[in-house]
């Protein structure tokens, strides 16, 4: 299967600063989705991307569509304690896949009060 | 705001058992899905459902899995023989036709003994 690559693995900061992850794959994408999952809970769709260099926000967060298409970038300004969690890219080829989503490594965020 | 739901939230089985995991995906859509996360891990797809039938299916859909849409509002997952490492948590997702945005419900944790 397709292989995608979140770094960083782990983040630790403080409230207020600001947090930048990616997403990287072995092969294009045509979009690309970011979620939050809390301990014990489903994901939670945060930001979809359809297009390559698109840019697209959603209150504090902003995610990129890498014009490579084997990229992806979420950034999170002023970050708060709700912000803590597990963040997951997930990437679609639908030419090749059709249908089949597949899923990042996982970033996983804890913010300092 | 209509959202995916699944039952049980917690299922026990001991090995050999046959277990069924429901889900209610959100009601106009008409793309479904099961997931799979082992504890730490990553989402693992698992399989797609449309038209009343699979799309597409991963290496770990083998002969032990099925999937059906029983009735207009029912997606069911169901493991034949359960195993061990069949223990995880298993997640339904949904999409609409003119998106690919998938929501997830909130998840069967599955524990075989």
């Known amino acids: 299967g397709q292989q995608l690559n979140q770094s960083p693995q782990s983040m630790f900061i403080q409230e207020g600063e600001d947090v930048s992850m990616n997403c990287t794959s072995s092969?294009?994408?045509?979009?690309w989705l970011w979620y939050k999952q809390d301990p014990g809970e489903g994901p939670v769709l945060l930001i979809a991307?359809?297009?390559?260099?698109e840019l697209t926000s959603n209150g504090r967060l902003t995610a990129q569509f890498g014009i490579t298409r084997k990229d992806s970038f979420l950034n999170i300004s002023a970050s708060i304690p709700s912000d803590v969690g597990i963040y997951f890219c997930?990437?679609?080829?639908?030419?090749?896949?059709?249908?089949?989503?597949?899923f990042g490594t996982g970033t996983s965020l804890t913010v300092i009060p | 705001e209509p959202e995916v739901t699944q039952t049980p939230s917690h299922q026990v089985t001991q090995m050999g058992q046959e277990v069924i995991l429901r889900c209610v995906p959100i009601?106009?859509?008409?793309?479904f899905y099961w997931y799979r996360q082992i504890l730490g891990q990553k989402v693992e797809f698992l399989v797609s459902?449309?038209?009343?039938?699979?799309?597409?299916k991963s290496e770990i859909f083998d002969d032990q899995f099925s999937v059906e849409r029983p009735d207009g509002s029912n997606f069911t997952l169901k493991i034949r023989s359960t195993k061990l490492e069949d223990s995880a948590m298993y997640f339904c997702?949904?999409?609409?036709?003119?998106?690919?945005?998938?929501?997830f419900g909130p998840g069967t944790r599955l524990t075989v003994t």
């Open positions: 997702a949904s999409r609409g036709s003119f998106t690919y945005e998938q929501y």
């Open positions: 092969s294009i994408f045509n979009t």
């Open positions: 991307l359809y297009k390559a260099g």
């Open positions: 997930a990437g679609l080829d639908t030419p090749n896949t059709g249908n089949q989503f597949y």
């Open positions: 009601s106009n859509h008409l793309y």
């Open positions: 459902f449309y038209n009343n039938e699979i799309s597409e």
